[in-house]
């Protein structure tokens, strides 16, 4: 169960974020609209929310999932790949620190950015990823062994994030979305394939019994509610349009 989240409050400069999505440029005043209502989803399933506020020197600092990890026993501050957002870990590290008297970092010998991370129990699989090298990844599974966790390195070639193309929803209950749907490190689990036309709907979270599913992706949504979840729609347009998924907006913990 979680009791906390962090978020940051969109800057102004997110229309010159990073994106491949070709979508557009974002509307900030609509952006900041949908990051409320994602906030008051945060609350409804329970969390207490922590908003840092906007760093307009980063365009992308919106997704904070990126810049940090998040551990029932530690925090890993991250070392992102991308190289506009390497300096974004400094202003998180206060609100973590906050909360973990554990706190630990990938150093500039590797690169991590955590949403090629997901957490199933104690272990964590790892995407190697354009932002994600294995020389990150081994530092990660290195500071998860010291706290009594695991972590595995996950081979992919068609995503951005590897949370691009899964969420863990719980109950063993894996969304996948391409090259997810037969990926051999996932066989175990029980996989509900996401259609090719709704892909961006495979990046749905779980808080505390509830999935938070992006608005507008009707089939994935039946999908998740026939496995019995309560479920709630944000809509999530403008953060689309920099390849920002549900997960990539808060810490949560």
Request: net charge negative; with cysteine; hydrophobic share 35%.
């Amino acid at each position: 169960m979680f009791t906390r989240a962090i978020v940051r409050k969109p800057s102004q400069s997110m229309v010159n974020g990073l994106t491949e999505a070709e979508l557009g440029l974002p509307d900030y005043s609509l952006a900041c609209e949908q990051h409320q209502d994602y906030i008051c989803a945060l609350k409804e399933c329970g969390l207490q929310v922590t908003e840092l506020p906007a760093l307009e020197d980063y365009p992308d600092s919106c997704f904070v999932e990126d810049v940090a990890l998040l551990t029932p026993n530690c925090a890993i501050l991250t070392n992102p790949g991308a190289d506009s957002r390497r300096g974004e870990t400094q202003f998180i590290e206060s609100a973590v620190q906050e909360f973990y008297p554990n706190l630990e970092r990938i150093s500039s010998a590797g690169h991590v950015e955590a949403g090629d991370i997901m957490m199933v129990a104690k272990h964590f699989y790892i995407g190697l990823s354009d932002r994600t090298d294995t020389q990150g990844a081994s530092q990660l599974i290195g500071h998860l062994e010291t706290y009594g966790m695991t972590g595995s390195m996950v081979k992919m070639s068609e995503l951005l994030h590897l949370k691009t193309g899964l969420s863990y929803l719980e109950n063993n209950n894996l969304l996948t979305f391409g090259e997810m749907h037969t990926h051999p490190d996932f066989v175990g689990f029980n996989r509900i394939e996401i259609d090719a036309d709704e892909d961006y709907a495979a990046n749905s979270v779980w808080i505390n019994g509830t999935v938070l599913v992006p608005k507008g992706f009707p089939k994935a949504l039946k999908k998740i509610q026939q496995l019995g979840y309560k479920t709630r729609e944000v809509a999530m347009s403008e953060f689309q349009k920099l390849d920002g998924g549900l997960s990539c907006l808060s810490l949560r913990f």
